[in-house]
């Protein structure tokens, strides 16, 4: 059941949103911009240009389900790009009450190669930083389109242009069929990683004319949309269509092998009672039918395939491909209680130790006296979600870049804490983007309200953009941010007060890195 205070901030959402609708109709139309498929209108919206629903691909259905993506046919005449375009087809997972605003309600469909531009100035012959948002949701749900994504107040606050982009998920994006269809089928396991190449592509040949610079794209995303950013970092094909890139828990060291995709494959085929000759009858199952076959098959996600992916994005070191693109790496401190059922987020001591032992066995006692003695007003819900989800691949990865000396790495650990949860103080997974996007006053449900809710967002979203803006996020609203090398491990800390800490949770970090890495909840 929904505590009083995560009910009310829905309810403040709701009113949000009502008055977000009301203002619609006060929107008038923009500029046509000539793209290359053909001229597109948009509408602005308090001074930024949105274009929504463009297609940067051909539709993924029927011959073209689990291809390259395809280009996009074009058009005479005037399009107007006034609404959101299909979400990728997916099955969403179960119910996260504070979670709605990042949740896309757009109808499902395999036309679903669309992103969405936001800009302050198209046709103006300026050459703004470009913003390139890849949405979470691992590699099974998701959309760019979701309201806490709008890239409106972004574009606006930070004179940058922010594309935000769909493309196919689940089994319609990542099975593996080179084993059983042949070369047709080579590059069926990276489809979806594919789609955002070409939606990169798009952007390189099309974006100047909204005026963003081309030559300085910055990719970013959270969750599911951090692993396909480090998994982008190791694929030749996106070489040069980006020249930063943000990872918002999601750092991501391996991707699958060919051996395990192929298993999960097998199990599919059998689920959908087909032989490895019946490939093309894929083609026209109804996609119901193949969302149902995912139940207990494995792991769908990207391949280390060795073509488009042809090594895990950052094991056993950072890729070479991408060593001179600066990167922005960072979590939150209580990453896994954003999934976890409300039971969960009033644990005892006891309960705690019962379900780490599940994991940690005979060292339980000795972890939970650590994180006990570092964090002594804690929560016992609190010290379970930080040991749940610490961050390793995250200083992993940091330092792999950093070891590279290529191209700084700046790393930051989230530990502000939001009032929505259940009563409690704790800071999930997601809890960022409300501030990355500067759109914390949609977002109720995840950040509470407030007037200084609007401080945090100036300082997260002026880093971001002046990361993208020269590969370095220091601005005048934040300490100095140092670069992270394998030595000092500076780290910013984000909370209601900004600080530079040298090898945060140094204790924790030496005994965690022994230990199995544990489930988020």
């Known amino acids: 059941m929904l505590q009083s205070s995560l009910a009310g901030s829905l309810l403040a959402g709701d009113l949000v949103r009502s008055a977000l609708g009301a203002t619609a109709s006060g929107r008038y139309e923009g500029a046509v911009v000539d793209t290359a498929s053909g001229k597109v209108r948009g509408v602005v919206n308090n001074g930024v240009h949105v274009y929504r629903g463009l297609p940067y691909g051909a539709s993924t259905a029927g011959k073209n389900r689990f291809m390259p993506p395809q280009k996009p046919e074009g058009w005479s005449g005037i399009r107007d790009a006034f609404y959101n375009g299909h979400t990728a087809v997916q099955a969403p997972p179960g119910d996260l009450p504070h979670a709605t605003g990042i949740r896309s309600t757009e109808p499902q469909g395999e036309d ?27 590699y099974a749900y998701g959309a760019a389109t979701s309201l806490g994504y709008d890239g409106t107040n972004l574009a606006r606050s930070g004179d940058v242009v922010v594309v935000g982009i769909n493309h196919r998920l689940n089994i319609f994006g990542f099975l593996s069929l080179a084993q059983f269809g042949g070369s047709a089928y080579a590059d069926s396991g990276n489809a979806g990683m594919l789609d955002i190449v070409a939606a990169l592509e798009w952007t390189r040949d099309n974006i100047g004319r909204f005026g963003g610079d081309a030559g300085n794209v910055t990719i970013f995303g959270q969750s599911g949309g ?40 097998e199990k599919v085929f059998a689920k959908l009672g087909l032989k490895p000759s019946q490939v093309i009858e894929l083609h026209s199952l109804p996609v119901e039918k193949l969302l149902g076959a995912m ?42 209680s954003f999934f976890a059922p409300n039971e969960l987020l009033t644990m005892t001591e006891a309960q705690v130790k019962a379900r780490l032992e599940k994991s940690l066995g005979a060292d339980t006692e000795r972890v939970i006296a650590l994180f006990r003695k570092t964090r002594p007003k804690a929560s016992p819900s609190e010290i379970y979600f930080t040991i749940s989800a610490f961050p390793t691949n995250a200083m992993t990865q940091a330092e792999r870049k950093a ?19 259940n009563g409690l103080r704790l800071s999930p997974h997601t809890i960022e983007i409300p501030f990355a996007f500067n759109n914390h006053w949609l977002l109720p449900e995840l950040v509470g309200t407030g007037l200084d809710l609007q401080t945090m967002a100036d300082r997260v979203s002026g880093s971001w953009v002046a990361f993208a803006r020269t590969g ?15 030595s000092d491990r500076a780290t910013m800390i984000i909370d209601r007060e900004w600080k530079v800490e040298k090898d945060p949770n140094h204790e924790e970090r030496m005994v965690m890195a022994k230990l199995p890495r544990l489930p988020m909840f």
């Open 403 to 421: 070891a590279a000396g290529r191209a700084p790495a700046y790393v930051y650990y989230l530990t502000w804490k939001t009032p929505i949860q």
């Open 472 to 486: 370095n996020p220091n601005n005048e609203n934040v300490p100095v941010w140092p670069v992270y090398n394998g």
């Open 226 to 265: 951090g692993g396909k950013v480090s998994t982008l970092l190791a694929m030749p094909v996106a070489k040069g269509l980006f020249h930063k890139a943000i990872i918002e828990s999601g750092s991501t060291l391996t991707q699958a092998h060919p051996d395990e995709a192929q298993k999960t494959t």
């Open 112 to 138: 679903c190669l669309v992103l969405n531009v936001f800009t302050p100035g198209p046709n103006d012959g300026k050459k703004r930083p470009v913003m390139f948002w890849i949405h979470g949701g691992g």
């Open 295 to 336: 139940a207990g098959a494995g792991r769908l996600g990207p391949v280390v395939d060795g073509r488009s992916l042809p090594r895990d994005p950052f094991e056993p070191d950072a890729p070479a491909i991408s060593a001179d693109v600066p990167v922005l790496i960072g979590t939150t401190a209580t990453e896994g």
